[in-house]
C-alpha cells in the first residue's frame, strides 16, 4: 500500500488542522493505521492509531481530547483532525499502515507515508 499524507500547514496557536492520509494500491480496511510526528532533534513518537475492524482509538496522553483519528474506508483515507493546537505539536507527521496489532511501536508498521509539516505560531 502507497500512504500520501497531506494538510500540513502553518496554524497560529488554539487553531485546528486536519490531516489526510490517502492510500493506494490496497484498501486502507485490512489495516491498523497510526499516525506519528517527529520534530527537530527529537526522536518518532507516536500520536495515534485506528484499529482496523472495531474502529477503537489510542492517543499519545499529551493530545487526548484535542486531536481525533478516524478512517473513511470508503474513500481510503484516513484523518487526524487536530484542534487547540499549541506550539510542542509542531513536527512532520506521518501516516503509518501495518497488518499487526494495533500498536503504539512504530517498528511495527510497514508502511509509511511522506510526511507532512505542521508549524503552530504561539
Known amino acids: 500500500v502507497q500512504l500520501q499524507a497531506s494538510g500540513g500547514g502553518l496554524v497560529q496557536a488554539g487553531g485546528s488542522l486536519r490531516l489526510s492520509c490517502a492510500a493506494s494500491?490496497?484498501?486502507?480496511?485490512?489495516?491498523?493505521m497510526g499516525w506519528f510526528r517527529q520534530a527537530p532533534g527529537k526522536e518518532r513518537e507516536f500520536v495515534a492509531y485506528?484499529?482496523?475492524?472495531?474502529?477503537?482509538?489510542y492517543y499519545l496522553d499529551s493530545v487526548k481530547g484535542r486531536f481525533t483519528i478516524s478512517r473513511d474506508n470508503a474513500k481510503n483515507v484516513v484523518y487526524l483532525q487536530m484542534n487547540s493546537l499549541k506550539p510542542e505539536d509542531a513536527a512532520v507527521y506521518y501516516c503509518?499502515?501495518?497488518?499487526?496489532?494495533?500498536?503504539?511501536?512504530?517498528?511495527?508498521?510497514?508502511?509509511w507515508g511522506q510526511g507532512t509539516q505542521v508549524t503552530v505560531s504561539s
Open positions: 485506528i484499529r482496523r475492524r472495531s474502529g477503537f482509538t
Open positions: 494500491g490496497r484498501t486502507l480496511s485490512s489495516y491498523v
Open positions: 503509518a499502515a501495518g497488518l499487526g496489532t494495533a500498536t503504539t511501536m512504530r517498528y511495527e508498521y510497514g508502511y
